[in-house]
C-alpha cells in the first residue's frame, strides 16, 4: 500500500500546475520536499512541510490528500479523514482521495460511509483494480462475505500476483463454511508467493482444525522457515507438537513466542497448563504468576493456579486462590467443590460442608435454567479448563468491564460511565457529589428515606464499605429477614436483603430476592431497577469464564479484527426487561433511561443508546454521566464533533475524566 502512495507522489509531482513562475516554483518545491520526507517516513516534518504549502496555495487539493496520508501513517485517523474530505471537496473527482477516505473509515469502522466511497471511486473509474481489493476488506470486517468475494474476483482478474487477495477470499470462503474454497485459495496465495508466511499460517490452521496435524505442522514449519518471528506460527505448531505428544518442542515454541513477546498472557497460560503435564509445577506455576499479573481479572487463572497448589501439597494457598476465583465469580460452583475437599483435608469440616452446600444449591440452580445456555455449562461440575487455548483465543476480563473499561486502538479512554443501583456507602466529606445526584427526583428521596438506612443511596460503581463489613452486614440483614413482621416491611427487608447479597457478589441469591421482594410489591419501580442491575452483572461473570474459551481472530491480516460468530451468546435481554418495566410504571425516571442505554451501547445497539441518554438528559439536564456517555457512543457512532460536545458538557458538570477525552481528541485533530 505504501508503495502505491509513494508512486502517486511521484506522479503528482509531474502533474502540478499553477499560475506565475515563481509561485508555482515555490510549490513544487515544498510539495517535493513534502514528498521526499514521506518517502523517508518522516511523517510529522511532511505534515510541517505541506502546512507551508496549503497555507501559500489552500486550493491545492493534492496537498491536503498527501498530508491525510501522513496523518494517516501517524494513526491520526480523524485528521486524515478531514484532508481527505478537503481533496474531495475541491476536486469532487478525485478518485484516489476517495478511496482512501473509504480506507481510513474501515479503519475506524464506519464501514457504511467506507462503501460509499468506494463507490464513488469505483463508479469514478471502474477499471482501477485497488479500490476492488480495499472494498473487499471492508466487506470482509463488515461480514458481507460473499459481497466481499465478487470484490476480490474482480481485484484478481486483473492483478494475479498478490497473495493477499487470494488470502483474503479463502477466508471469506471459510466463514461460508465453503472449506473446499478456503483451500484451494490458501494454495493459490501459496503459489503466488511462496515466501509469505501468512498463507502457511492460514491453511495450517485450517488442517489443525481438521485435525489433520502431519500437513499442519509442515505448513507451520515452512512459515517460521520464511519468517523466524512469525509469533501465530510458532504458536500453532506449539499446539500442533502439545496434540501430537511432543511437549518438549511444544515447550520450546511457547518459549519463541514469549522472547518475542513477553507479555503474551495466552501463551504464559498455555506453557503453564503444559509444565503442569510433564510435572513442571514449579515453573508452571512461575507462569500462572505472569498470567495472574498480566490477566488479573481472569478468573480461570486462579482456578488452575489453585489445582496447581494442590498438586503440590499447598493446600493453604490452593484456598488461597479458590477464595480469590469465587470472589470474581461467587457462583463458580467447582470452586466452592474443590474449595470444600481442601477444607475437609485440613479437617475443616465446617467450612468444608459450607462450601459443599453452596456448591450443591448453585448446580441445582442452574440445572433449574438449563433452557437459559449462559447456565448450561455451569451445571456440569466435570468440566475441565486446563485444556490449551488457541490463538484464536483471548484471556479475558469480564465483558462488562472491559466495555466500561475500553480503550480504543490508539489508547485512548473511551471508558462509559457504570450502571446506577441502590446501593450501601459510607460518608465520604472529601467526595464532591455532582449535580446528578443532588437534583434527584422527590420520588427518589421519599424512597430512600423510607427504607430507614443512612447508608443506602442511589450511586453508581462499586461500594466504599470494606468487604469484611460489607459480609457483615449480608448476615445481619439475613437474620433481620427471618424476623420479618410484618408483610408491609417484608419486601423492605428482602430488598435490602438483596442489595446486601449483591455487593458480595452472590448474584444468583440476590436476583431471587430481588424477585422475591417484587413478587410482595410488583408496581415499585425502583426494585426492578436492582434486579436488572444484578442481572447484567451476573451475566457478565458468566461470560468471563467462557470468554476465555471463546475465538477471536488476532492474526495480522486485514480482517484482523473480524470476529467469529461464538456458539454461546450473551445477552442484557432480561436486565433491559427489568428497567423497561421500571419505566413503565416511572416514566420520569432518569436513571432507569440511563441504565438502559448502557445496556444497549453493550449490546451493540448504539442508535437506541443515544435516544435513551438524550431522554435521560431531558429529565435531568444535570444529569453529567448521561452527557458524558452519551458523547462516547456519538464518538463510537463516527459523530466525533457532537461526541465532543456533550463531553465538554460532562465536564462543566463535574465529570473530571472528561477533560482527558477532550485532549486526546484535540491531539488527533493538531
Known amino acids: 500500500m505504501k508503495k502505491f502512495v509513494l508512486s502517486l507522489v511521484a506522479v503528482f509531482v ?12 515555490n510549490k513544487e518545491y515544498f510539495f517535493w520536499l513534502g514528498r521526499q ?30 498530508r491525510g496520508i501522513a496523518k494517516y501513517n501517524l494513526d491520526d485517523l480523524l485528521g486524515a479523514d478531514e484532508d481527505f474530505s478537503i481533496a474531495i471537496s475541491k476536486n ?7 478511496t482512501y477516505r473509504a480506507i481510513t473509515r474501515s479503519r475506524m469502522g464506519n464501514y457504511d460511509d467506507a462503501l460509499r466511497d468506494f463507490k464513488e471511486a469505483i463508479d469514478l473509474r471502474p477499471d482501477l483494480p485497488n479500490p476492488y481489493y480495499s ?4 466487506r470482509l470486517l463488515n461480514q458481507q462475505f460473499s459481497e466481499a468475494i465478487e470484490d476480490f474476483d474482480k481485484f484478481i482478474n486483473q492483478e494475479r500476483k498478490v497473495a493477499d487477495a487470494y488470502i483474503n477470499r479463502g477466508i471469506c470462503y471459510l466463514y461460508l463454511k465453503d472449506t473446499l474454497r478456503a483451500y484451494e485459495n490458501f494454495d493459490t496465495a501459496i503459489r503466488t508467493n511462496r515466501e509469505n508466511p501468512d498463507s502457511y499460517n492460514r491453511r495450517g490452521a485450517l488442517y489443525m482444525q481438521q485435525k489433520r496435524f502431519e500437513e499442519a505442522e509442515r505448513d507451520f514449519d515452512m512459515a517460521v522457515r520464511y519468517d523466524s518471528t512469525h509469533i501465530p506460527s510458532l504458536f500453532n505448531r506449539a499446539l500442533v507438537y502439545s496434540e501430537t505428544n511432543r511437549p518438549m518442542q511444544s515447550l520450546d515454541d511457547f518459549d519463541k513466542v514469549i522472547s518475542l513477546d ?42 488452575n493456579r489453585a489445582i496447581l497448589y494442590t498438586q ?12 480469590k476465583a469465587i470472589e470474581l465469580y461467587p457462583d463458580f460452583a467447582n470452586a466452592y467443590l474443590n474449595r470444600s475437599t481442601l477444607r475437609y483435608a485440613l479437617r475443616d469440616a465446617k467450612g468444608g460442608k ?12 442452574y440445572k433449574s435454567r438449563l433452557s437459559d445456555s449462559t447456565y448450561s455449562i455451569y451445571a456440569d461440575t466435570t468440566r475441565r479448563f486446563d485444556r490449551l487455548l488457541s490463538f484464536d483465543s483471548k484471556l479475558s476480563g469480564s465483558n462488562f468491564n472491559r466495555i466500561t473499561t475500553r480503550r480504543d486502538e490508539s489508547g485512548d479512554n473511551l471508558a462509559l460511565l457504570p450502571l446506577f443501583r441502590f446501593t450501601l456507602m459510607a460518608a465520604d466529606s472529601t467526595a464532591k457529589e455532582l449535580p446528578t445526584l443532588r437534583r434527584q427526583s422527590q420520588r427518589v428521596t421519599d424512597f430512600v428515606a423510607s427504607l430507614g438506612n443512612p447508608q443506602l443511596k442511589l450511586a453508581r460503581g462499586e461500594s466504599n464499605l470494606p468487604a469484611d463489613s460489607l459480609v457483615a452486614i449480608e448476615q445481619r440483614t439475613a437474620e433481620a429477614l427471618q424476623h420479618d413482621i410484618t408483610s408491609e416491611q417484608r419486601w423492605k427487608r428482602l430488598f435490602a436483603y438483596g442489595i446486601s447479597q449483591s455487593l458480595i457478589k452472590q448474584y444468583t441469591a440476590a436476583v431471587n430476592t430481588f424477585t422475591a421482594a417484587i413478587d410482595e410489591n410488583p408496581v415499585n419501580p425502583f426494585l426492578y431497577l436492582n434486579r436488572s442491575t444484578t442481572r447484567a452483572e451476573m451475566i457478565d461473570f458468566i461470560s468471563s469464564i467462557d470468554n476465555s474459551y471463546r475465538r477471536i481472530t488476532i492474526d495480522s491480516d486485514p480482517a484482523s479484527r473480524l470476529k467469529n460468530n461464538p456458539t454461546r451468546t450473551y445477552n442484557y435481554d432480561e436486565a433491559i426487561a427489568d428497567l423497561n418495566k421500571a419505566i413503565k410504571l416511572y416514566p420520569d425516571f432518569a436513571f432507569a433511561y440511563y441504565n438502559r442505554a448502557n445496556l444497549l451501547a453493550i449490546s451493540g445497539e448504539l442508535p437506541e443508546a443515544f435516544e435513551d441518554y438524550s431522554r435521560a ?25 457532537k461526541g465532543c460536545l456533550d463531553i465538554s458538557k460532562a465536564g462543566e458538570l463535574g465529570i473530571e475524566q472528561a477533560y482527558e477525552v477532550l485532549q486526546q481528541y484535540a491531539q488527533h485533530k493538531r
Open 14 to 25: 509531474l502533474i502540478w500546475c499553477g499560475a506565475p513562475l515563481r509561485a508555482q516554483y
Open 37 to 66: 520526507m514521506m518517502m523517508q517516513n518522516d511523517y510529522h516534518e511532511a505534515i510541517r512541510t505541506l502546512n507551508t504549502l496549503l497555507r501559500f496555495d489552500d486550493s491545492a487539493y493534492e496537498g491536503y490528500f498527501l
Open 92 to 98: 469532487p473527482v478525485f478518485t484516489t482521495a476517495y
Open 135 to 138: 472494498r473487499g476488506v471492508t
Open 262 to 303: 513477553s507479555t503474551n498472557s495466552l501463551t504464559y497460560f498455555n506453557r503453564a497448563i503444559l509444565r503442569s503435564r510433564i510435572g513442571d509445577y514449579n515453573r508452571a506455576l512461575e507462569d500462572y504468576n505472569k498470567v495472574a499479573h498480566y490477566s488479573p481479572e481472569n478468573v480461570l487463572v486462579y482456578y
Open 312 to 323: 503440590l501439597g499447598e493446600f493453604e494457598q490452593a484456598i488461597g486462590d479458590y477464595t
Open 354 to 365: 459450607r462450601d459443599r452446600d453452596i456448591a450443591q444449591r448453585k448446580i441445582a440452580e
Open 617 to 641: 438528559i431531558a429529565l435531568n439536564p444535570y444529569f453529567a454521566e448521561a452527557y458524558y456517555n452519551r458523547g462516547l457512543i456519538q464518538i463510537f457512532m463516527k459523530d466525533t464533533r
